[in-house]
């Protein structure tokens, strides 16, 4: 199935990724939610080298989830961490259907050491045998969790940013606007990298990418599995679909990036449009040709390294002391 | 920093990695890149600094993508000279299984991009059927060849290449091949050449795609493919679109070596009888066998029609199934 609007293509060094996985992405459909969870393969893992190389530590603990059922989160610091630092609270990806707190940790491991912060990532229950609320609610209790231990975790209340890429980018947007209307802990930032935030399936890039990595077959299924028969109606809450909320006043300086060959580029570029409106500070990065995660899974292109050193510098910023 | 490669493999571990190697060095050429592009694939690829010098200058990248500037304590293994560049790996000490292949296909990429500087693409619009009739007969003009003169097109690997003889590198639906025009018949043809039908010059890209089809059949045991040996069933092959197999091809596929072991012995013997001889199995084996796969085919295979099915599909998958670059 190829589209038949016309629409920008995938930068040349991110196509030859492509070719190279050609059709070996695991195949997602509702029946096949269990096998995707157990193919998709994290391309850069958390290894004990990897945080060894960098001198950081890693801590798992269970905290309270929604309605208080047990939850993981992993805690990553310096070695010599003191004090109280800033944080960074990070929400995985996977479509709200996959993946784990590990995911996408790896290339977040550079501000951890720079700024001395607390990077706290949390496994969420997922869609579809925890549809919506939990993700978010799950999320959310998290976040409150942190902030009531900020202390013993080290870090300071105050500057917490929460982050996260494709889902997570989009319940992190979500996180925001719950803390924000029930007077949570005031956010110093909110980071969304390629957020899913739209469960419409409506905009111009949605139709335009059935090709890729992440193409709108496989975003309808996460949305379903959230949402079920609301997907799309006028009954789903901005909490779970960012995109949804009229009111984007009050919210945290945001960080949002998406490439120009993704089907979450209009939603994201709404997103901020969104925010400048009700007087937000946003930067916005849309990459020229690239596909959803391109910066994860083919970090060595021209293009992931200007859209890492972009985030890098929205984060030094943010985080220096 | 994990290599890219074992990335790739992890989520794909059922393709070999030199072919893996091929696919993407093959798609940023035909992508066009430039050399840093180039640089960082291999040092992706390979999980160390990759290195290339051209007129002098040398370019180096490690494998997170960026440009290293100290040129101390480089080591150069292993390592390939061009007639215009030199390209390196920076591994210290043993090398590593893809190693070879990855500093192979980084030579011919830089070499193709230098060709590219001095050529002035003539045969490329005499090969491609998307050009106007007119601009294919002046590009002939260019190359000093008549429009009706006879020729036919040699289709190699990049690294085969033919002496004496007007040449350049298409991207094609089977990756990128070198394509070699013949005027003669008696251009010396190296090895893994599929040898395109003689045709007027000015309609050369129907030689070419005959010759890109034959290439795909060529083996080690039949390194020359010539195209007008396949009769009927070139037409057959240059219609097929691997991307989109028939099902009579995906079935095929889908069998392990036995079972085609099988199947072949049940296509070419005469009686069941031979069959089972051949193959050393009970006459009421092979029985349930050749039910079994004509319920898997779809087809009997011992039937005319049945047999016909079997060898286009057998051809297809053959063009379906990526060529291991190792053999």
């Known amino acids: 199935m190829t589209s038949s609007r016309p629409r920008p293509p995938f930068d040349p060094e991110l196509s030859a990724v492509l070719a190279v996985l050609g059709d070996q992405l695991p195949d997602l459909t509702p029946e096949t939610i269990r096998s995707f969870r157990a193919q998709a393969v994290n391309p850069m893992p958390l290894t004990e080298q990897l945080l060894g190389e960098h001198g950081v530590t890693r801590r798992d603990l269970a905290v309270p989830g929604f309605l208080g059922d047990d939850m993981l989160m992993t805690v990553l610091a310096r070695a010599d961490h003191i004090g109280s630092g800033p944080a960074i609270y990070h929400l995985h990806g996977g479509g709200m259907i996959a993946g784990d707190r590990l995911l996408g940790l790896a290339p977040m491991l550079p501000w951890i050491v720079e700024h001395d912060a607390v990077l706290v990532s949390v496994e969420y229950r997922l869609a579809p045998e925890f549809p919506d609320p939990y993700p978010v609610e799950d999320c959310y209790a998290g976040l409150l969790w942190i902030a009531a231990n900020a202390r013993q975790l080290g870090l300071d209340p105050d500057r917490i940013v929460v982050a996260g890429a494709s889902a997570g980018g989009g319940l992190a947007a979500g996180i925001a606007l719950l803390a924000r209307d029930r007077g949570g802990p005031p956010l110093a930032g909110q980071l969304l990298l390629c957020p899913m935030l739209d469960d419409r399936d409506q905009s111009v890039s949605t139709e335009q990418y059935d090709t890729g990595t992440w193409v709108r077959a496989h975003n309808r299924v996460g949305w379903q599995a959230l949402l079920g028969e609301r997907r799309g109606t006028g009954t789903v809450s901005p909490y779970a679909a960012p995109a949804r909320e009229t009111d984007l006043t009050g919210l945290p300086p945001a960080f949002i990036d998406c490439g120009s060959a993704e089907l979450f580029r209009d939603e994201a570029v709404g997103y901020a449009s969104g925010l400048w409106a009700a007087g937000v500070q946003c930067e916005l990065h849309v990459w020229a040709g690239g596909f959803h995660g391109f910066d994860l899974l083919a970090p060595h292109t021209a293009v992931s390294q200007a859209a890492i050193a972009a985030r890098d510098s929205w984060v030094t910023r943010h985080l220096a002391t | ?327």
């Open chain 2, 1 to 327: 920093m994990q290599e890219l490669l074992g990335r790739l493999t992890a989520l794909d571990p059922e393709a070999s990695e030199a072919l893996k190697v091929v696919t993407y060095f093959d798609a940023l050429v035909a992508a066009g890149v430039g050399l840093d592009a180039l640089l960082r694939a291999a040092a992706a690829l390979s999980g160390t600094v990759a290195g290339a010098e051209r007129r002098g200058r040398v370019s180096r990248f490690d494998p997170s993508g960026k440009r290293c500037e100290t040129t101390a304590g480089t080591c150069r293994s292993p390592e390939r000279s061009g007639a215009h560049s030199r390209v390196w790996l920076e591994r210290d000490g043993t090398l590593h299984a893809n190693d070879e292949m990855v500093v192979e296909r980084l030579a011919l990429a830089v070499e193709l991009l230098e060709a590219k500087r001095g050529r002035d693409g003539s045969l490329d619009l005499v090969l491609d059927h998307a050009t106007p009739h007119g601009e294919r007969t002046a590009a002939l003009a260019r190359l000093r060849i008549n429009p009706g003169a006879q020729i036919r097109v040699i289709a190699t690997r990049l690294e085969d290449r033919i002496e004496g003889a007007a040449s350049t590198v298409v991207a094609t639906r089977y990756g990128m091949l070198r394509a070699t025009l013949d005027l003669t018949g008696q251009t010396p043809v190296g090895a893994r050449a599929g040898l395109g039908t003689w045709t007027r010059a000015d309609r050369a890209p129907e030689s070419w795609e005959g010759a890109v089809v034959a290439q795909r059949l060529t083996s080690r045991a039949d390194p020359v493919v010539d195209s007008t040996t396949l009769g009927a069933m070139l037409g057959l092959a240059l219609s097929y679109d691997p991307e989109a197999p028939h099902p009579d091809v995906t079935a095929l596929a889908q069998l392990d070596d036995r079972a085609r072991e099988v199947l072949l012995a049940l296509v070419e013997c005469e009686s069941m009888r031979a069959a089972s001889t051949r193959l050393g199995m009970h006459h009421s084996s092979i029985q349930a066998r050749h039910d079994a796969l004509t319920r898997e085919l779809g087809y009997d295979p011992r039937t005319p029609i049945g047999r016909m099915r079997y060898v286009a599909a057998a051809l297809l998958l053959r063009l379906t199934v990526p060529l291991d670059p190792t053999d």
